[in-house]
């Protein structure tokens, strides 16, 4: 039993992000979310797992659909960025965009529009500390993307970035009466 203890006390996963109410993680800690249900069905002595037959391609090579329990991504990927210093109503600003399709293409010079949006973060003084703020969302051309959006942030930093922009980009009440938009 000490053994699945110490499997037990090493699953402490932490996810990477939260995708639609859905907690991602990384490789590494999506093995550890594994080890984690392993142990669980040896020490309650059963199994959750359903035999049943999985449908297969037409060619028979691979497996048409399976149940992943545990969902994972590559960070680097996932948390993919370009950015620029900016300025905004006169202050520094951070200009950032997460377009996974146009940072691909920003290498050839030509990408799949127009128009790439961006945001804006800044940060805002809250009882002597500096917090990060999304300050508003933009547009900019193609060819400025291509030319002025060369650096990245590094893992950590976006997904700080991440977090900051799901929080403050999402309406909070969609919900409004006719009453107070013509009042």
Do not use: W
Request: proline share 2%; glycine share 4%; net charge negative.
């Amino acid at each position: 039993m000490n053994i699945l203890k110490e499997v037990l006390h090493e699953t402490d996963a932490k996810p990477i992000a939260k995708i639609n109410g859905v907690d991602v993680y990384t490789y590494a800690e999506g093995q550890k979310v594994n080890r984690l249900h392993l142990a669980e069905e040896k020490i309650a002595g059963n199994q959750e797992e359903e035999i049943i037959e999985r449908p297969t391609s037409s060619d028979g090579m691979h497996y048409m659909h399976s149940e992943a329990k545990v969902k994972v991504i590559n960070p680097e990927r996932y948390f993919l960025n370009r950015f620029r210093v900016t300025t905004y109503e006169g202050k520094k600003a951070l200009e950032i965009v997460t377009d996974y399709r146009a940072i691909n293409e920003q290498k050839s010079g030509r990408i799949y529009t127009n128009v790439v949006n961006t945001y804006i973060l800044g940060e805002k003084q809250v009882n002597k500390t500096k917090k990060m703020e999304l300050l508003a969302q933009s547009t900019v051309s193609d060819k400025e993307f291509c030319t002025d959006f060369r650096k990245k942030l590094s893992v950590a930093d976006a997904e700080k970035v991440f977090t900051v922009i799901s929080e403050q980009s999402s309406p909070k009440n969609e919900e409004s009466s006719l009453e107070s938009i013509f009042a």
